[in-house]
């Protein structure tokens, strides 16, 4: 089992930024990729951006790429995402998301454990 545990959501205004963290614990040692998700009222979930935890090989969905930026620290078992330049569109709750070998980083089934989700609201 992985437990996950994201913080950092909030209320921000257009064009500010925020900070999103997830901290990992249980057995993360076969976690290949972390990925981070959102889903706002009446959508589905959609892919936000991922990391290889390995080598730090990032992913980003169009709608975010320039604007956010996913990193991890090793040591603490931690993933981050930045969040820059936003915008109300990005109002949803986001969910950290853990996953062993997959051949598609975008797919939310493909994901093992979740964390609770953090909500992001921006305020236009």
């Known amino acids: 089992q992985v437990q996950l545990v994201e913080s950092g959501g909030g209320l921000v205004q257009a064009g500010g930024s925020l900070r999103l963290s997830c901290a990992a614990s249980?057995?993360?040692?076969?976690?290949?990729?972390m990925g981070w998700f959102r889903q706002a009222p009446g959508k589905e979930r959609e892919f936000v951006a991922a990391?290889?935890?390995?080598?730090?090989?990032?992913y980003y969905a169009d709608s975010v790429k320039g604007r956010f930026t996913i990193s991890r620290d090793n040591a603490k078992n931690t993933v981050y995402l930045q969040m820059n330049s936003l915008k109300s569109e990005d109002t949803a709750v986001y969910y950290c998301?853990?996953?062993?070998?997959?051949?598609?980083?975008?797919?939310?089934?493909?994901?093992?454990?979740w964390g609770q989700g953090t909500q992001v609201t921006v305020s236009s």
């Open positions: 249980g057995r993360t040692s076969g976690t290949v990729f």
């Open positions: 998301a853990t996953a062993r070998a997959i051949a598609d980083v975008t797919t939310p089934k493909l994901y093992s454990y």
């Open positions: 990391i290889r935890w390995s080598v730090g090989s990032t």
